[in-house]
């Protein structure tokens, strides 16, 4: 059905990494340009977006549109199991994804296609996100973790000058600010202000490793899409439900 070679496996290994976090089983979409993931956790909190695409592959050998069930966790964990100087051939069958690893030895692993309903929020292909912030991954993840130490959410608000991260407990509270122009690139003429659960944003900014710049879009207590990619190799988005409190 289908076959490919990946001499790197790193970063469609890093990109499973964080997805597995939110989605332990999802099926896998075997395009012309590359192979795609569209799915949202169970609580229906988080959509993820995931495109990787052909060119990181040494081979792909695309015939049609094919789309695979398969535990997520279960083909990370293999692999983890692949050294640096290892590359991996991929091949679909009916009921297996068979990985062979090739090294010093050869290794071959097989794993079960399971049967998965796709199930991902209506809606979402008509989200519209007026406001946009480009800005350091690593910034990102420096006011998660300062949020997290006083709060169990975050909240983003953004001007037209500025760009604030910041988090609010009964006694505590934390802000990081960043300036348009020297920290941030900021898009929109709006302002904007909107809060978050940190429990997921801590799980989705582990992506940092695969882009140095993070990209978020929302509006005024509206749905956050934030993004890390790589140019014509890899894009991986999270749109994360806002959380409104009285």
């Known amino acids: 059905m289908f076959d490919c070679i990946l001499e790197d496996v790193s970063i469609f290994r890093d990109s499973l ?8 089983e ?13 799915a949202s956790d169970r609580a229906v909190v988080a959509v993820v977006d995931f495109k990787f695409y052909a060119k990181n592959f040494k081979e792909y050998n ?4 094919v789309s695979i069930g398969i535990n997520l966790s279960n083909l990370l964990q293999v692999l ?17 994804l068979s990985l062979l690893i090739k090294g010093e030895s050869t290794r071959r692993f097989t794993l079960p296609l399971i049967d998965i309903r796709e199930e991902v929020p209506s809606g979402i292909e ?3 996100f007026p406001v946009k912030v480009e800005f350091s991954s690593e910034l990102l993840n420096d006011g998660i973790e300062d949020a997290d130490l006083v709060s169990d959410s975050i909240i983003f608000e ?5 760009f604030i991260i910041k988090a609010e407990g009964d006694s505590s509270s934390t802000e990081l600010r960043l300036e348009h122009g020297k920290q941030a690139k900021i898009a929109g003429d709006k302002n904007a202000k909107a809060r978050y659960s940190l429990d997921y944003l801590k799980k989705m900014i582990k992506a940092r490793k695969i882009s140095q710049i993070a990209v978020l879009e929302f509006d ?4 956050l899409r934030l993004t890390f990619a790589q140019p014509e190799k890899i894009s991986l988005s999270f749109i994360l439900a806002p959380r409104i409190e009285e």
Do not use: C, F, W
């Open 62 to 65: 695309y015939s049609s549109d």
């Open 80 to 96: 983890k199991r692949v050294k640096a100087n290892e590359s991996v051939e991929l091949h679909v069958s009916e009921s297996n």
């Open 220 to 223: 005024t207590n509206y749905p």
């Open 17 to 24: 990494a964080t997805i597995s976090e939110l989605i332990e």
């Open 26 to 38: 999802s099926q896998l979409k075997i395009k012309k340009n590359g192979i795609e993931l569209l």
């Open 158 to 162: 953004v001007s037209k000058n500025d």
């Open 126 to 128: 008509k989200l519209s």
